[in-house]
């Protein structure tokens, strides 16, 4: 009982919070902080309990024996019955945990990050709505209350990236992120259909009654939708574009919502995604190509935040590709809580650098480790942890993926074998690509001389932050830190032991110890050479004694030995160009042309017939008035009614 | 107590309709409040004493019934009834009109410019209440005529006395098109009544076709489903639709896509289903490849229309597509596709109602509902954006919202029926369906953009006429400052729907078990 009415409370109230913070009047700031605050604190408490309860041995709840379901039936179609199930098991509570645990970080950011905007007030409803869908997601049983959550979402992912009122990008951004990602979800969308049609059933335990064609079709379909909301490639052009949104929006966006629905719903119904070897290996070769595209743009993008996204779509690479590669959703799964943790760590420690410097542009940046020292720990741990230095959790995380398929890709075979080929090979590939532009980042931002900010409304030299914007900070940097020895010692209640047993090995000493020392090799390489780079202008500019200029960061930039590879990655490897260039011209072109052919054509012959009746009607001229002309029009159907109904009678008797 | 009610949802909006032109303006404003909202009330009371359903189900079971004889020369009978597929029809008419009602005595009085016709533009929609309200109620076919005759020159009126500046041409085209579509009717329901001997829909929907030859079925249907499909509208018989609600008043836009197009569903599901079923059977496939030529028209259409009464028009040629798409394969047997054609035609009428309202307003007020003429819109009157903003993501079918089970459920009939052909159906519908959202976010898109974008100039000649809160010269763009540039007569109106909305996507079982038997007798005769 007791677990049944958390299961309906852990979204409900986040989302019934959110909607009530949408009616608040505008200067209720005060209000909405609390509303926000305390709804989001409470079910922060709320999931930690379950997550204790579904991994501890104290069942007070019941989560860790049995999935508690509560369920609603909200409409029959046929004898198609429409259920929703709200489902609280083992791996909702420590999802809800993640995500409310961030949301909370994000919404007290941003009680000071918004402090001077005027739409505090349906920002923080928004946010909590977002979480509230978000949490649906997670603690969905069935295809249709997945689908709201999903939607949900994305809706909210719009109103928020279109925040900024002042800025004519926002709403452009916000209407490309949504489109994308509906794209995708057609997909998604006929997925749901093929299946729910086949299997009779909308819950997620009843899926399996669908026939394998039909599974392996959804598979791919629904993979779409995955691929839209977890920004992979070639549905991934949203997100860079999406940075204009505020920045603790993104922090949000990037870490347990949004781009990790795609993954969390891929994981909760692997033995859809995962039944046909087809599938494994369209989501392995996408997986593949987001990590290796989103590492190379991330190491030439001039701005912060984008490099930032671009590294997220890299690092959503790993996971879904390793979704393909793992016998067990373990390894990914803990990779998930892993980069939800350090992104969102960074994404609120490039707000702190981009309100003290006026500019997200990294060229802008520079020395600014002495104003703000807490900042720069903060955002180096969070850099490290991304880049996978041990021991942060990163390294124990990524680690899991490639010692994986480090062994798949020996002892595997088949399908899994491929996939793990391919997630070794561009996992390998982008860890030095990693490694340089997480050192490139640090370097860029924090490194060499303090520059004076080129934007006047920063008038005083940057500083750290209040306790406000610190206090998130500092408590996302600990499970940064400590998360991957403490999923070690937990083990998260058994989930790799699927993976594990599949190899017989241990995913953290595993048998071929060779992906582990590979991926350290590999890091500090990249690193190293990055800082190389980096060291190697900054002494030349010195040499000549002038003062530190933009020219001279520009210079020094490691990103330089991009040559002219450069541009093509800054523009994201041409993939924007090419979608506009393949299927948003076309497509407006036939809007247009419909609209012509519809209000020229279709309504040109329709004003034609009437001109010409009109023209026929001058005999009957008497009938001016336009009722006269509608009598006209009656008699004139009466004479024919009375014609065919002769002519049918006739032709039956 | 059911017959009285029955009456008096007929009896009361027409009573009105007669006494309120001899009014003056405060008075009309009462008694149009109280007759509306008694009419509404009633239209929920017919919901007590139904009875649990027959033994056996039949395709039409009224729960109340009233039938006496009226002109015994033509054997026309005065026969109506209510069961569950019409009576949410007869509800969503019953609020409505009482949301229209609302909206004109609180708030937008003043869209006429003049308020002393105010009781005239009541009483036409009054008389616009008792003949959409007669044509859901009517078991008799002639009588069904009748009624639905009756609301095209009241609507005409409407559009031709309230209308913008293309009034008069929009007004013409509308009563000629649809009035050709009467006359089609008009043939086909006499071909129907002479052929099977009974005006009687329960009789008629009994027989099941019986006593009907398969090509007369042909012939009637023929006619029917031209007539209906003028009034729904189904592509490419659309055109009068786009130009009536541009032109029309808010309250005959309203009316006109929250209810008249519905007339041309229902009549589809009443009359041809249950009655013609060997012809509707073998038209399904037809019926399937028009309703999705609708959808795509209608949604590439609208991603290049730059007004916003267009846009919503167009939207609604989609919107209907995809109703008629479940009744296509409702014609195939699918008792799926049936139920999602009555929840999408429910879902439709009260979204495109409350966008309508919207933007109405914002017409008015802005002078122009042409996309890059309201820019700024968002900061200017959030509440109004919000609400554009809501109505919008209800229309393109966000899951949880009442837009999405029509739509979705639909395309799984469609997916059921197995066929190669019905699977096409429903990939090119789907497709679509998750496409409906460019379109609304490029019209969003226009007015969040900044106001410093040129705005249009809003009309002087309506800030005189005031007798409307919003139109006091310091407000930005005739928009009233307080409660998010909204008057109380749009929130009065407004509110019903957004709630209707939120329950309807949350419960849309509701409506379904009440015409679950009614459902399942239909899709049983049709197979």
């Known amino acids: 009982m007791i677990g049944q009415i958390i299961a309906a409370v852990l979204p409900g109230a986040a989302l019934l919070a959110g909607l009530v913070g949408l009616l608040l009047p505008r200067d209720a700031r005060r209000a909405a902080t609390w509303l926000a605050l305390s709804v989001t604190g409470l079910l922060a408490l709320l999931a930690l309990w379950c997550a204790i309860d579904a991994l501890g041995s104290f069942d007070v709840i019941g989560v860790g024996q049995a999935p508690i379901d509560l369920e609603f039936s909200p409409a029959t179609f046929g004898d198609l019955t429409v259920t929703a199930v709200l489902r609280l098991d083992g791996l909702c509570a420590l999802v809800s945990c993640l995500v409310t645990l961030i949301a909370l970080a994000v919404q007290v950011y941003s009680t000071a990050h918004l402090a001077n905007d005027q739409r505090y007030v349906p920002y923080a409803a928004q946010v909590t709505l977002f979480t509230g869908a978000m949490l649906l997601v997670v603690s969905a049983g069935d295809l249709v209350t997945l689908l709201v959550g999903w939607e949900l979402m994305g809706l909210c992912s719009y109103l928020l990236i279109g925040h900024d009122r002042g800025n004519p990008a926002a709403p452009v951004a916000a209407r490309k992120a949504f489109i994308v990602t509906r794209v995708g979800d057609i997909g998604f969308l006929l997925g749901v259909v093929l299946l729910a049609a086949d299997a009779g059933s909308f819950r997620f335990d009843e899926l399996g009654a669908a026939s394998g064609v039909t599974q392996t079709a959804a598979g791919l379909l629904m993979f779409a939708g995955i691929a839209g909301k977890s920004a992979q490639f070639p549905l991934h052009t949203w997100l860079p574009d999406a940075m204009v949104g505020p920045t603790p929006v993104s922090a949000l966006i990037h870490s347990a919502t949004m781009v990790a629905a795609g993954v969390l719903v891929m994981a909760r119904l692997d033995t859809v995604f995962f039944s046909a070897d087809v599938v494994r290996v369209v989501i392995a070769c996408v997986g593949a190509a987001s990590i290796v595209l989103g590492a190379g743009a991330a190491l030439a993008a001039d701005d912060l935040k984008r490099v930032l996204a671009w590294s997220t779509i890299s690092q959503l690479g790993y996971m879904v590709a390793g979704l393909a590669a793992s016998p067990g959703i373990g390894p990914p799964l803990f990779h998930m809580f892993s980069h939800a943790v350090f992104k969102a760590l960074l994404f609120l420690c490039a707000g702190v650098v981009i309100v003290a410097v006026g500019s997200s542009a990294m060229s802008r940046m520079g020395g600014l480790r002495r104003g703000m020292p807490i900042t720069a720990a903060c955002t180096a741990v969070g850099l490290g942890a991304l880049a996978g230095l041990p021991p942060l959790a990163g390294f124990w995380s990524k680690g899991s993926l490639l010692s994986i398929a480090g062994e798949g890709a020996v002892h595997g075979g088949g399908a899994i074998g491929f996939s793990s080929w391919l997630l070794l090979g561009a996992g390998m590939a982008a860890v030095p690509l990693t490694a340089a532009y997480c050192v490139r980042v640090w370097l860029m931002v924090f490194a060499g001389t303090p520059r004076l900010s080129t934007n006047s409304t920063v008038r005083s030299a940057p500083q750290d932050p209040g306790w406000r914007i610190l206090g998130p900070l500092v408590a996302l940097t600990i499970p940064a830190v400590l998360l991957g020895r403490a999923a070690i010692y937990g083990q998260l209640g058994g989930w790799w032991s699927a993976a594990e047993q599949a190899y017989a090995t241990d995913l953290f000493v595993p048998r071929e110890a060779v992906t582990p020392v590979l991926d350290i090799v590999l890091t500090l390489l990249g690193g190293l050479g990055a800082w190389w780079l980096w060291r190697r202008a900054q002494s030349l500019a010195g040499a000549t004694g002038a003062p530190p200029s933009l020219d001279v960061y520009v210079a020094s930039d490691p990103a330089r030995i991009l040559g002219r590879l450069r541009p093509a990655l800054t523009a994201g490897w041409y993939i924007d160009a090419a979608q506009r260039a393949l299927v948003v011209r076309p497509l407006e072109a036939l809007a247009r042309a419909a609209r012509t052919v519809d209000e020229r054509g279709i309504d040109g012959m329709v004003r034609g017939i009437g001109r010409l009746v009109n023209r026929a009607g001058g005999v009957i001229a008497r009938w001016h008035s336009t009722l006269g002309r509608y009598v006209t029009l009656a008699a004139a159907g009466a004479v024919v009614l009375v014609l065919l109904t002769l002519v049918v009678v006739g032709a039956q008797s | ?527």
């Open chain 2, 1 to 527: 107590m059911g017959k009285a009610l029955l009456i008096a949802i007929l009896a009361v909006p027409a009573l009105a309709a007669l006494i309120l032109p001899l009014l003056r303006a405060g008075a009309a404003r009462v008694v149009a409040v109280i007759a509306a909202a008694v009419t509404f009330v009633g239209s929920l009371g017919l919901l007590l004493g139904r009875h649990s359903g027959p033994s056996a189900p039949s395709p039409l079971s009224p729960w109340h019934e009233v039938d006496m004889p009226w002109v015994s020369a033509l054997r026309l009978r005065f026969h109506i009834g209510i069961d569950g597929i019409s009576w949410p029809l007869v509800v969503l008419t019953a609020l409505l009109v009482l949301c229209c009602v609302l909206y004109l005595v609180f708030g937008a009085a003043t869209e006429a410019a003049d308020i002393r016709r105010l009781p005239l533009l009541l009483s036409l929609v009054f008389v616009l209440a008792t003949a959409m309200m007669g044509v859901f109620v009517s078991l008799d076919v002639l009588l069904f005529f009748v009624f639905f005759e009756l609301t095209l020159a009241p609507m005409y009126a409407v559009i031709a006395g309230w209308g913008g500046p293309g009034r008069r041409g929009a007004a013409m085209k509308f009563l000629l098109y649809t009035g050709l579509g009467s006359l089609l009717l008009a043939v086909g329901v006499l071909l129907l009544v002479s052929q099977a001997g009974t005006a009687d829909l329960i009789e008629l929907s009994a027989a099941g076709g019986v006593g009907l030859s398969y090509r007369i079925q042909l012939v009637i249907f023929a006619f029917l489903l031209l007539a209906f499909a003028i009034k729904a509208p189904l592509w490419p018989l659309h055109t009068w639709l786009p130009d009536a609600h541009t032109q029309a008043p808010t309250v005959g836009s309203v009316l006109l896509a929250g209810v008249m197009l519905k007339l041309g569903t229902y009549g589809l599901i009443r009359l041809t289903l249950p009655v013609l079923p060997d012809a509707a059977r073998s038209a399904a496939w037809l019926i399937g490849a028009i309703a999705v030529a609708a959808i795509v028209v209608g949604a590439l259409v609208c991603l290049a229309q730059t007004e916003l009464k267009r846009l919503i028009a167009y939207s609604s040629v989609g919107h209907m597509g995809f109703v008629l798409l479940g009744f296509a394969t409702a014609a195939a047997g699918s008792e799926v596709g049936l139920q999602a054609a009555l929840l999408g035609n429910l879902a439709h009428g009260v979204i495109t109602a409350l966008l309508f309202f919207v933007v109405g307003g914002v017409s008015l007020r802005c002078g122009t509902a042409d996309l890059e003429g309201l820019a700024g819109l968002v900061q200017r009157a959030p509440l109004v954006a919000a609400m554009l903003c809501f109505g919008a993501v209800a229309s393109f079918g966000l899951p949880g919202l009442a837009g999405f089970w029509g739509e979705a459920f639909s395309v799984l009939a469609a997916w059921q029926q197995g066929d190669v052909w019905w699977r096409v159906y429903a990939v090119v519908a789907a497709v679509i369906a998750a496409f409906v959202v460019a379109y609304f976010l490029r019209a969003l898109y226009y007015l969040a953009l900044p106001p410093s974008t040129p705005v249009g100039v809003f009309r002087e000649n309506a800030l005189k006429t005031a007798n409307f809160p919003a139109f006091s010269p310091e407000t930005p763009g005739g928009f009233a400052k307080t409660s998010g540039g909204l008057v109380s007569g749009e929130l009065l109106a407004l509110a019903p729907l957004v709630v209707v909305t939120l329950v309807l996507g949350v419960w849309p079982g509701g409506v379904l078990a009440l015409a679950a038997d009614a459902v399942s007798a239909i899709t049983g005769s049709v197979t």
